[in-house]
């Protein structure tokens, strides 16, 4: 089993910035791909941005310029740089990992990211 845990989520103003972790941990061997997806009341879960092992990224259209995904393989973390945060970003985000050699994907319990004046 894998556990993910994320932090740093929370109240924000437009225009401000929050960084997002998720650390790893449990029967690791290795984590091929890291990623965040968000949930917005009322909406379907999207992806934000995933990270591969070697640092390749994708991002969604809505977020590129303004988030930076990034990962450190030696403590099994990812981050999400998040600037310049609109209303619209508002969400639930969740990290996931899926481990080489495998199709499972594994889930973190998610945090809030509110963006309110």
């Known amino acids: 089993q894998v556990q993910l845990v994320e932090s740093g989520g929370g109240l924000v103003q437009p225009g401000g910035s929050l960084r997002l972790s998720c650390a790893a941990s449990?029967?690791?061997?290795?984590?091929?791909?890291m990623g965040w997806y968000r949930r917005a009341p009322g909406k379907q879960r999207e992806l934000v941005a995933g990270?591969?092992?070697?640092?390749?990224?994708n991002y969604a259209d809505s977020v590129k310029g303004r988030f930076t995904i990034s990962r450190d393989n030696a403590l099994n973390t990812v981050y999400l740089q998040m600037n310049g945060l609109k209303p619209e970003d508002a969400a639930v985000y969740y990290c996931?990992?899926?481990?080489?050699?495998?199709?499972?994907?594994?889930w973190g319990q998610g945090t809030q990211v509110t963006v309110s004046s």
């Open positions: 990270i591969i092992r070697s640092g390749g990224t």
């Open positions: 996931n990992a899926r481990l080489e050699y495998s199709t499972v994907i594994y």
């Open positions: 449990g029967s690791i061997f290795t984590i091929a791909t």
